[in-house]
């Protein structure tokens, strides 16, 4: 089993990739995009993808390429999310800090009220961040990093659990060319691209769901990529596709609008 | 007239300020939440902020800020946004690029067909990855750039707009302690939170905008901090607040649920 998730070792993804299977080959990937490609091209049997941070909110590259891409959801994972500082001697010499804006987001009030001063120098991933504290070799540099890096990287921790809200979790999705079977408790995710501008328009949209009493558990908008105010929805729901009710809701979405189906799966909460 | 935006110099946002007012004074801010923080210790007039991008969609930090701070919207500007790559030799010596998460998303596609095994450094604004390219002074690096930012450095740009879209605009919200009457042709952006997780719940709330004809113009889900599926939503219709109708849907949602007026302002689009 090969699973491509985002890299460097130690990432958050890296920890989820593990939760979801224990024995498999990690490939680490650069970005959310990668491993798509990875995982199209057959190099992977499945991705594991960060879709949604219950503080910092939704992965914007996460549902642009699953849009984009051919593949399908076939399950997710929930990650406590527990951000540290880690620094090589104390607190009070920290000049600059490696985060990432995810991080930093979540961290902000601990941030604001410890370390006002402090130059932040953005990474790309939260390993990222502890790599380069270790590369750096300097005393004046800190790095927000998950304890799992930490160790990794052989990194000190001089502040355990900075995030500012207690309850902080990842929700990653596995992404993958096969399907999945109805398990009685799924999720099912969809792309609804309603096309026209109109007044009551998602409503009525929403109405499909309601009627049915299917319940929504996300709806995010993204840009269509065309005008300013055109947007894309995912919508969430509970309940598998091969389900009536939800086939029903579909086949009336459909007669006047565009719907791609991301995938049904298993839900964990 | 003081106006507080995202700096250092050369931003996108510092663009749009003076295109608000070429005559005021700009103060830079590191992030999104200073300037609103600025605006409300008195210390500027208003704070221009990016608020959403036509491609790579809605900045989570300024939704979590308007929620946050006791301001009002007063207005919105939107600027046309387009990317330069900035080097001080030739193309083929990139070795590693200066961008913004929101510069690379931009620009994608233009980075993987052209710069594939270029190291990616993420900068927190792209006046930012101007000045750290100035500063590098070392021809392997370049920067995803503003041209208004090329100039401010003196960068030499070797690629102009690199966008991916042609259409790629951001828009910018004015925010201050005072408000603004109705002009006619107005926006209002509000916060709606549920506080309750129940099928249809959004359907029903959205009833209350569509069946008064209220045409809503953005409708964005933001996490509550609390548990994960648990979301504010940010919505924004065409109307001023004191508007009949828009009360009226007001006061009806009220009655069960919080909700914030974030301002009613003149809309540019």
Chains 1, 2 share one sequence.
Request: net charge positive; charged share 25%; hydrophobic share 40%.
């Amino acid at each position: 089993m090969k699973i491509s998730t985002l890299g460097p070792k130690g990432t958050f993804s890296h920890e989820a990739s593990l939760k979801v299977n224990k024995q498999a080959e990690i490939l680490f990937e650069n970005n959310v995009w990668d491993i798509f490609e990875t995982v199209s091209e057959g190099k992977a049997n499945i991705g594991v993808v960060p879709i949604e941070n219950s503080v910092s909110g939704t992965v914007p590259l996460a549902l642009d390429a699953l849009l984009e891409f051919d593949l399908n959801i076939v399950g997710e994972e929930v990650l406590q999310i527990r951000h540290n500082l880690a620094n090589s001697s104390s607190a009070s010499d920290i000049k600059e800090i490696f985060t990432t804006e995810q991080a930093y987001e979540q961290c902000v009030k601990f941030l604001r009220k410890n370390l006002q001063d402090v130059n932040i120098i953005e990474t790309s991933s939260n390993a990222q961040s502890a790599k380069l504290l270790k590369e750096s070799n300097n005393k004046s540099k800190a790095a927000i990093v998950p304890e799992f890096a930490a160790k990794i990287y052989g990194l000190k921790i001089i502040k355990k659990n900075i995030q500012d809200s207690k309850f902080n979790v990842t929700r990653f999705l596995i992404i993958s060319k096969k399907e999945t079977k109805e398990t009685g408790n799924d999720r099912t995710s969809i792309f609804i691209y309603p096309q026209v501008d109109k007044a009551g328009l998602l409503y009525n949209l929403l109405g499909e769901f309601a009627k049915r009493s299917i319940n929504l558990t996300k709806i995010e908008s993204r840009p269509s990529k065309g005008k300013l105010g055109d947007y894309i929805f995912f919508i969430e729901m509970q309940g598998h596709k091969s389900e009536k009710k939800i086939q029903d809701a579909f086949s009336m979405i459909e007669k006047n609008f565009f719907l791609k189906v991301a995938g049904s799966y298993e839900r964990k909460y």
